[in-house]
């Protein structure tokens, strides 16, 4: 299992309920170190990662999305001291499966890891997906598509450039990346953009899916895109 908590002390109590619990825990405080202890997927080594909203590094939303655009779909359950509808659906959004509010008992925080745990190909975090995008750290061999990465800490997509994202179009672009070949409606992408319920109008969105067109296809070479379709929605492929 994989606990991602920045409190030294709340990191430490989870991690011994957990152990007592037989269940054998890899703890860290940062959403880099998230990242780099769930590997470039898209298999994962944990059963089930336990992620903060509000690490030091990034936003937990963020890292979640990373990890789904890594094909890594081990169930995710959000610890989070916001209990606002608002950020709860965001979670979800983001690709999360369950979470939690602070305070909480620990007997709650365990049943709910259980069920997690039992969801079907949560024992190696995988579950057959389309085609997700390679991680820099496993696309290889000639005429592969150009590796893209997520970076939830430095807002960035990483490719055969690096391209800086504002929150709002690290939001939009997680969505496209992890339905890799789908057509995404707008609606689902403004949602994502602006999870606190706020007016997006068409103006505004088709704006910033211009500029992540542009850095898409500069970070990948030219070899990823995102169209539209007219009415419908984008897709990223």
Known sequence: MLLVEDDARLRAAVSRALGEAGARVHATGTGQGALAAAGPGPTCPYAVVVLDIGLPDSDGRDVCQALRSRGI??????LTARGQVEDVVS????GGDDYLSKPFRTPELLVRLGALAHRPGS??????APEPVPDSASATGAGAPAALRLDPVGHRLVGVSEQ??????YRVLAVL?????EVVRRKALAAAGWSHGAIVSDNTLDQYVARLRRKVAAASDGQH??????????RFS
């Open 164 to 169: 800086p994202l504002t929150p709002t179009e």
């Open 225 to 234: 895109q995102i169209t539209t379709v007219h009415g419908v929605g984008h």
């Open 123 to 128: 024992a190696t975090g995988t579950v057959p």
């Open 73 to 78: 779909t081990a169930p995710v359950l959000f």
């Open 177 to 181: 990346v992890n339905a890799p070949g």
């Open 91 to 94: 979670g979800f959004g983001a």
